[in-house]
């Protein structure tokens, strides 16, 4: 609250007067007046978000002196999704400065349910020996009489800072799962890569020795060795794409913040298994038009403009009204006599030029464009949620035909393979194709993989937080090598 001004400025008719307007006023608004809020209403955001990053559970909390000790224990271990949501929620600079605009919303809505302050005139005019000194306290009225609608306004304005922090949270989390996810699979890839590799060289030298002694033409050859050139450079792509994909989760993180400290942490080595299942889920749209907090978001903003349109309407005719509490005095120099006069002065700007057409036009239109804004919500939140879900479904069903057909049927071909070969009814270059296969085979099936848990994450996101951006599409991250074909 203001401090009330000092009573001994004012001379006495003036003092009654004034003291008798503060007392009322005093007594009406000091209980409406706002107060901060001990966590800038980090502790509904915390209440918002449950359940709604990413599969994650998470924390909320400010960054502080111990936030560096925590996030290196947290990396002592292998960094599993759960960890690097954590992390990020705990330590990404660019969330605690959408907390930091919480507190700034926390602190305009404080202010807007204050008094506003009064303002003092002291004036001093001559005329010859005629001295006359003017004191005019002066209120704004408008400011006192719509403060309660005022300060419900910027309150509401507050929650929506409270859903709009809560949505940069789920995002994170989200994209933050999404990241190491791929930084997993990519880190899995240029093992199996290496692998393919490996039994390329031996192709290669095993075919030069070949050629050397006459057993094998230079075509033969030239295959193996395109071979061994076409995994060499999917290999090097695949190590770019993996530490791409561990710097975006380095990023957001929050991690590499200080040139003297390393940014070093182990990744889990592989996936999680799908489950044994898919979810059915059958109101998809129902649920993220009552779940998503974008929309949530969307129909209370229309709510508290349509509240504020006669709000806007009566503030416009009395914007500027003042009242003032005048008191001079006049002394004559020459006789010593003093003479005084009190009163009181309405201050109200007459509408000649400007009758508020445009302004509750404004009004107007800021409404319409909150109703459409609900109505473009709710088409992207049913469209998005369609998709969401026939990509979760069409992602489990790929991955889990990996799972249980190719994987398999791949790893039978092999060990069929590696008999005959043990019998000498197969040559070793049908062993060393069969093995690029097999490898090829099961890097597919960590692609399948990563898919469904992307289209997982998504499905969450769009579900019951917000509208993830562009929504994880299918399809493989590497180009298909080529296989030299054998001639025997």
């Given amino acids: 609250m203001n401090p009330p001004l000092p009573a001994r400025l004012l001379p006495g008719p003036l003092k009654r007067s004034a003291l008798t307007l503060g007392i009322g006023l005093l007594a009406g608004f000091l209980s409406g007046c706002a107060s901060l809020t001990p966590d800038g209403g980090l502790s509904d955001v915390q209440q918002l978000t449950q359940g709604r990053t990413a599969g994650m ?40 400065g959408a907390f930091a605009v919480l507190d700034i919303s926390d602190a305009t809505r404080t202010q807007a349910g204050q008094l506003p302050n009064p303002h003092l005139t002291l ?68 093992r199996y890569l290496e692998d393919v590799k490996a039994a390329a060289e031996a192709g290669a030298e095993l075919a030069q020795r070949m050629a050397r002694v006459g057993n094998w033409s230079r075509l033969q050859q030239a295959r193996e060795q395109l071979f061994l050139t076409d995994a060499s450079t ?53 649920h993220a038009l009552r779940e998503r907090l974008d929309v949530r978001s969307a129909v209370a903003e229309s709510g508290y403009v349509a509240d504020s349109l006669g709000l806007q309407k009566a503030t416009g005719y009395l914007d500027g009204l003042t009242l003032g509490i005048t008191r001079n005095t ?27 057409t445009a302004r509750n036009a404004r009004a107007q239109a800021l409404y319409l464009q909150s109703a459409a804004r609900v109505r473009d919500m709710a088409v ?22 990996y799972r249980d057909e190719v994987v398999p049927l791949r790893k039978l071909i092999s060990e069929e393979v590696l008999l005959r070969y043990n019998g000498m009814l197969l040559s070793v270059w049908d062993l060393l194709g069969d093995m690029r296969q097999q490898v090829m085979s ?5 692609e399948a993989q990563r898919d469904f848990w992307l289209a997982e994450t998504d499905l969450q996101t769009t579900l019951t937080g917000t509208s993830p951006g562009g929504l994880a599409r299918l399809g493989s991250s590497t180009t298909p090598m080529t296989t030299p074909s054998q001639g025997h």
């Fill in 234 to 286: 999917q290999l090097a792509r695949a190590r770019q794409a993996a530490l791409a994909a561990r710097e975006k989760l380095t990023r957001l993180m929050g991690l590499g913040d200080r040139s003297d400290t390393p940014v070093a942490y182990t990744l889990v080595p592989r996936l999680p298994d799908l489950p044994a299942q898919a979810d059915d889920m059958r109101d998809v749209e129902q």
């Fill in 123 to 190: 004036g001093r005019f001559t005329d010859g020996d005629v001295q006359e000194i003017e004191r005019v306290l002066r209120f704004d009225v408008v400011g006192l009489l719509f403060l309660p609608w005022r300060a419900k306004w910027q309150g509401q304005q507050h929650e929506l800072a409270k859903l709009q922090a809560a949505q940069e949270v789920i995002r994170l989390a989200s994209d933050t799962r999404k990241a190491w996810i791929l930084a997993v699979t990519a880190q899995q890839t240029v």
């Fill in 57 to 96: 559970t998470v924390a909320l909390q400010r960054h502080n002196s111990d936030t560096a000790n925590a996030v290196a224990k947290l990396l002592e271990a292998p960094l599993s999704a759960e960890t690097a949501v954590r992390i990020a929620v705990l330590n990404n600079p660019a969330l605690q």
């Fill in 380 to 401: 992207k939140a049913r469209s998005e949620a369609r998709e969401a879900y026939q990509g979760y479904t069409t992602a489990f069903e790929l991955a889990r035909h």
């Fill in 330 to 356: 006049t002394v004559d120099n020459a006789t010593g006599a003093q003479g005084g006069k009190r009163g009181l002065d309405v201050e109200l700007p007459l509408p000649l030029f400007d009758w508020g």
């Fill in 442 to 446: 099961v890097n597919s099936a960590i």
